[in-house]
């Protein structure tokens, strides 16, 4: 079956320093990724998302990089800040367009 | 601009006793609606979604249902828990018809079943 899933559990970063949360998948029809943020209690929040035919996207502070070859993609957090510190979750689509698949998440922790 | 609210917020209910929660999504119409379980520190599962008023598709087999009376407004609902049904469910909804969609999150509920 399809499955999208994370390199690591948990993540410790100094601040200041720039994070890279690793994502692997195994459906290489997959067509597009995306990125959230879940912060203590509340709900996933969309951060990025790339499509297949992009290998790299930028938003504010964060880049997704995604590799087909291997089936790879990663977000990478610049400069990063205390309230950075959440837990992380790519997902992809699967089935249909209309839904989707999360990986089990990266937590990220920030050291001061 | 588009809002999704979820409540209550938290919930402790006994073993046995029956369960709705309840999401409403203002701002959009025929939204995709989606019930998630996420258990402690853990991803999130699908466990429903809904294209349309009635149309609900169960991802996995539970104890639990869902229903979507109204465009937006979707229930989830027991008619007797269980301790595994504890966990923080997710609401969300993401466009109809979309390629290339992403979901947006309610704020959760908190289940804990004793």
């Known amino acids: 079956g399809e499955s999208v899933g994370l390199h690591l559990p948990t993540l410790s970063v100094q601040e200041g320093d720039n994070s890279i949360i690793n994502c692997a998948y195994s459906?290489?029809?997959?067509?597009?990724f995306i990125w959230y943020k879940q912060e203590s209690g509340k709900g996933p929040q969309f951060i990025i998302d790339i499509r297949s035919n992009m290998d790299k996207r930028q938003g504010q502070r964060v880049t997704v990089l995604l590799n087909k070859t291997v089936k790879h993609l990663s977000l990478q957090i610049a400069a990063t800040q205390p309230g950075d510190s959440a837990v992380y979750f790519c997902?992809?689509?699967?089935?249909?367009?209309?839904?989707?698949?999360f990986g089990s998440g990266t937590r990220l922790s920030i050291r001061p | 601009s588009q809002t999704i609210h979820q409540w209550p917020a938290t919930l402790v209910q006994p073993v046995g006793s029956p369960l709705s929660l309840e999401c409403t999504v203002e701002g959009t119409s025929n939204p995709n609606l989606y019930w998630y379980r996420q258990a402690a520190g853990r991803g999130l599962q699908l466990l429903f979604y809904?294209?349309?008023?009635?149309?609900i598709s169960s991802e996995v087999p539970q104890n639990l249902s869902a229903s979507r009376p109204q465009d937006r407004q979707f229930i989830l609902s027991s008619k007797k828990l269980l301790l595994s049904d504890s966990g923080f469910y997710l609401c969300?909804?993401?466009?109809?018809?979309?390629?290339?969609?992403?979901?947006?999150f309610g704020p959760g509920t908190r289940l804990t079943v004793l």
């Open positions: 459906n290489s029809a997959s067509d597009y």
């Open positions: 997902a992809a689509p699967y089935s249909s367009a209309s839904k989707i698949i």
């Open positions: 809904s294209v349309g008023i009635g149309q």
């Open positions: 969300a909804w993401s466009k109809a018809g979309v390629d290339y969609n992403e979901q947006f």
